[in-house]
């Protein structure tokens, strides 16, 4: 799809997801995952709509990562009956009210960092602790949460002495998101599972689930330590992945359509800048430090998003052609493809430049 292709019946602002792209890169995935002997099972944050989560299933996921149980609610509503809540929780009354009512509908695993969230997660469980797995959270260098590798036994021994079922350990590399890490971050992926997993073993305990993977490191982790990867971006893309090289323009399934509606005076000899009717409240304000923009136009490689109000966005133009004009239609990539699914209601799916039909972003908010 061109931008001379975004559908006439599409507003702008609006997100467009490109089904072709997006079957493409979800089959791209799963095939070589499964050719790794990994399983995968991707982080629905990042998309929370169901016809997507379906596509992955039926590509061969073996399950959904949800951050939270709001997500694992929704999921769980729509028929996926294999969910991780990808995250230490500390349980209230009525979060184990809700735990204990998704593990009536849906194999579930939670995981876990400390021995005191272990036992009051137990707790809460109640009778339910026995169908309820959990994974050990270890920290392979991000240093968000998780614990260190030597210590995921004594996390594993407080969980089934909580009535826990302990089926193995889990990290997130979120520290690959940084340009020249993801191999890094996968090396020390593999040698954070390898040795939780050694201590888990030693203190008698299987660990037939080691799971680990972001879309940055998914295609380079191995199976001589993990078991299974989590990766979330890559079913869209984003600017942040291309900018790091997991990506290539070819492969941004979401795009924010925009329309071109002042041009900005600029000092001569200073680069052409000019405005669409897309800001943050669509695109999200991630700009980690080393990301040369807010974003970027699918079209327009050179151009760089370099402000954001609520509402708009200014593109700084660096090609040798005039910059687009008032009333052009363009299509922008945004940094966190995450933040932006979590800013809208629904999606536009098109393909061969028409909408098809439109998908209801069904955990947007879902925040707890």
Known sequence: ???????????????????????????????????????????????????????????????????????????????????????????????AGRLRDLARKAKLTIGVD?????????????????????????????????????SAADVARAASDAGLDVAGVFTFPGHSYAPGMPVAAAAQEQEALRLAAEALAAAGFT???????????????????????????????????????????????LTVAATVVSHHAVEPGTPPRFIIDAGSKILGSDKPAWATGYGR??????????????????????????????????????NHVCLAMNLVDDVAVVSNGSLVERWRVAARGKNS
């Open 1 to 95: 799809m061109t931008a001379q292709m975004i559908p006439a019946d599409v507003e702008t602002p609006d997100i467009l997801v490109d089904l072709d792209v997006l079957d493409r890169n979800i089959t791209r995935m799963a095939d070589t995952v499964r050719a790794k002997g990994l399983a995968l099972r991707p982080h629905a944050k990042t998309h929370k709509i169901p016809e997507i989560a379906a596509r992955q299933l039926a590509a061969g996921a073996t399950g959904l990562t949800v951050a939270t149980i709001g997500e694992a609610e929704v999921f769980a509503g729509a028929g996926v009956d294999d969910l991780f809540i990808a995250y230490p929780l500390w349980l209230s009354d009525r979060k």
């Open 297 to 334: 136009l699918l079209d327009h490689p050179d151009a760089r998003i370099t402000a954001l109000s609520e509402h708009h966005a200014t593109v700084e133009w660096h090609s040798p052609e005039g910059p687009p004009a008032l009333g052009e239609r363009l299509r922008a990539i945004p």
């Open 207 to 253: 660990t037939g689930v080691r799971s680990g993977g972001s879309t940055p490191t998914a295609l380079l982790t191995g199976d001589s330590a993990a078991t299974e990867v989590r990766p979330g971006v890559y079913v869209f893309g984003d600017a942040q992945q291309l900018e790091l090289g997991r990506c290539a323009p070819e492969d941004i399934a």
């Open 114 to 150: 400390s021995a005191e969230g272990a036992a009051r997660l137990g707790q809460g469980l109640g009778t339910a602790a026995g169908s309820v797995r959990v994974l050990v959270e270890v920290d392979s260098g991000h240093h968000r949460s998780g614990v260190r590798p030597h």
